[in-house]
């Protein structure tokens, strides 16, 4: 049998973990002094409060080597195989640790780590296609080759409400030229190449600037795979997330139209009213 583990950034909701049978591997969030695993003892709104309270970034961290050994380790006793992802490797030690943990259970010929070269539910489309394949009873080494065939095709970005939190965590290149209108401008960042960037700047009502975002990206979601495709967001007015969701509805091309939403890491650097549209492009 072969197990799926994700660190927590993939930002998969409850109900699908447990329907694609994944295993989920927390980060850390760090409020101060205090530490918490991502998606077990902190939420985001609590993040949200003490990040306000103290106008500075909580800082957050890969699961430890330890941690993940503890997570593989079962796995590999009960003798079944892993295939691990991580967030971008350009912005975590997630995929270095996830790799010295199965050396150090000698079990490098049972366990495949990928680097998602993503985040959230960029890499949520990456576990659940490779969930399907497992369960369908591909091999582990062709699941790996059929996802690093998809990963350059993952479409991964969203609109930002407020620039503070992105700014003050310096997480995002190019965002120090938008800062002088900082209240002003609602950015799209992408995720290219592992990393985070601007590529485009909206002005206006916030329920306004995410549909002119969704419908920018009409052609490309018209050509894109059509399984699913993610609305996540990292907390937000419920009728503009509806208004998303009419709008992909519409199109009437996805089989399956799901909402999640953005865990403690995530959500502590892109901040409260984040939304994005993620998909797998057709090839």
Known sequence: MIRIVSDSTCDLTPELVKRYNI?????????????HRDGVD?????????SDEHKTTPKTSAP???????VFRPVIEDGDEIIAFSISSGMSASYEYMQIAAKELKAVEKISVIDSANLSTGIGHLVVEAA???????????????????????????VV???????????????????????????????????????????GKYSAVVLDYARDM???????????VFITHSGIDPAIVESVRDYLVGLGHFEEILETRAGGVIS???????LGVLFIAGE
């Open 132 to 158: 399907v394949k497992a369960s369908g009873g591909m091999e582990r080494d062709n699941i790996v080759k059929y996802i690093e065939s998809l990963r350059g095709l993952v479409r991964a970005s969203f």
């Open 161 to 203: 409400d407020t620039l503070k939190y992105l700014y003050r965590g310096g997480r995002c290149s190019g965002l120090s030229a938008l800062a002088g209108g900082a209240l002003r401008i609602h950015p799209k960042i992408e995720v290219r190449d592992g990393a985070m960037l601007p590529t485009r700047k909206y002005r």
């Open 23 to 35: 295993i989920v591997l927390p980060l850390h969030v760090l409020l101060g002094d205090e530490e």
């Open 218 to 228: 009409e052609p490309e979601l018209l050509r894109a795979k059509s399984d699913r």
């Open 42 to 50: 902190i939420t985001p709104d609590e993040i949200y409060r003490w």
């Open 64 to 70: 430890s080597v330890e941690d993940a050994i503890d």
């Open 268 to 274: 502590s650097h892109c901040g409260y009213g984040t």
